[in-house]
């Protein structure tokens, strides 16, 4: 059970288990007077355990701190400041049923965790890693070979997920160029969920505004390069409008690439 906590699949041979015994797992809720069956599994004791450790792989991101247990991904979509939110039984039946099987994730997941972020303008591993298990189980069962890796993706050409990248050098641009004094907002707090959502009314004027920051940088060539760089595969053009699943796609993109700037070899670290 550890083993499988931490995303691994364990050898249930050397630990003298049958990996093909029948498990029943069985959900029930009260309902006044009598109880209600909520769901029922039936499957290998082995197929369970390597579903268990696939679900805790594909929640892994650069930088994670370790497994996720459900209670932590439904606290990632409440809302901060709400004091009575209580996630809805069927997203909780339906997320632990995705694990159980290994079958993708509610669709109402992915949307919950991207609208919090949109809103909270907070992005950690926990968000980035359910965004990420969400986009790579669609893709995996829709037989589509793209796949989010762990860490920052240079040869990922696709247009959202560069848009997010191309936001993060913004973002660090501007907080460089105050060398060390704290700003009252950055971009990320005034437009991450306009870019997230239609780039193309966005980003030139985040271009045109990170022209000033930059030349207040003592090392200007270092991002003026990575900007170029990001540019020229969005060949100058931003999407108009990113549907959910792009969205999520933005966000990783601004993730990965925020935790390469801050990598422990920069000047400074941040955790985001």
């Not at 093909?20 to 069985?26: L, R, T």
């Not at 993708?104 to 980035?128: C, F, G, I, Q, W």
């Not at 966000?251 to 000047?267: A, E, H, S, V």
Request: hydrophobic share 35%; proline share 6%; glycine share 4%.
């Amino acid at each position: 059970l550890n083993d499988v906590n931490q995303g691994k699949s364990p050898d249930l041979t050397e630990l003298d288990i049958d990996k093909n015994v029948e498990v029943y797992i069985v959900g029930i809720a009260p309902n006044v007077s009598r109880l209600a069956q909520k769901f029922i599994y039936r499957d290998k004791f082995g197929n369970i355990f390597s579903h268990i450790a696939r679900h805790q792989a594909d929640m892994m991101i650069v930088n994670s701190k370790g497994n996720i247990p459900m209670w932590r991904i439904f606290r990632e979509l409440k809302p901060p400041q709400s004091t009575n939110y209580t996630t809805p039984p069927p997203l909780m039946a339906s997320v632990f049923g995705a694990i159980i099987n290994g079958t993708h994730y509610p669709e109402s997941l992915l949307e919950n965790a991207v609208r919090r972020m949109k809103t909270d303008k907070s992005v950690n591993y926990v968000r980035a890693g359910i965004i990420k298990a969400c986009i790579n189980r669609k893709d995996r069962y829709s037989k589509n070979k793209e796949e989010i890796k762990m860490a920052l993706d240079i040869e990922n050409n696709n247009q959202a997920y560069l848009c997010g990248r191309l936001f993060a050098v913004l973002e660090k641009v501007q907080i460089e160029s105050v060398k060390g004094k704290e700003l009252n907002r950055t971009i990320k707090d005034s437009y991450f969920a306009s870019a997230c959502a239609n780039p193309s009314t966005v980003f030139p004027k985040l271009i045109k505004l990170s022209q000033y920051h930059i030349e207040k940088l003592d090392y200007k060539p270092k991002y003026k390069k990575l900007t170029g760089e990001i540019v020229d595969k969005l060949n100058g053009t931003f999407p108009k409008t990113l549907p959910l699943n792009a969205q999520g796609k933005f966000i990783i993109g601004y993730y990965q690439q925020m935790q390469d700037l801050y990598k422990p070899n920069d000047t400074k670290t941040k955790e985001i």
